[in-house]
């Protein structure tokens, strides 16, 4: 773990780059990039976490788990470009600077 950052994590994403950083490296190398062929992240970064939850064991909770770990990666990837462009968030972080 790369500590203090984990305390400071905004997203999923950045969760997943502070934890467990050797076997998140291994994964990348060794699954990740042979998952190419399918031409899709998303799909990619599904069949990662389906690995690593069968890795971890057949428990509901480990594919709960890593599931949710999914979906925060999804979301941190498609929705947070776009509320940074809305009128909200600019005028939020205008007005708090």
Excluded: C
Aim: aromatic share 26%; glycine share 6%; charged share 20%.
């Amino acid at each position: 773990m790369k500590f203090p950052d984990i305390y400071f994590v905004k997203t999923g994403t950045d969760f997943m780059k502070s934890f467990n950083i050797r076997t998140s490296e291994w994964i990348g190398i060794y699954v990740f990039r042979r998952l190419k062929f399918m031409k899709s992240i998303v799909i990619s970064q599904a069949m990662v976490f389906l690995f690593v939850a069968l890795w971890h064991g057949l428990e509901f909770g480990y594919f709960a788990v890593f599931g949710l770990l999914s979906f925060s990666m999804l979301f941190d990837r498609f929705f947070f470009p776009y509320f940074e462009k809305t009128k909200i968030f600019t005028f939020y972080l205008a007005k708090n600077q």
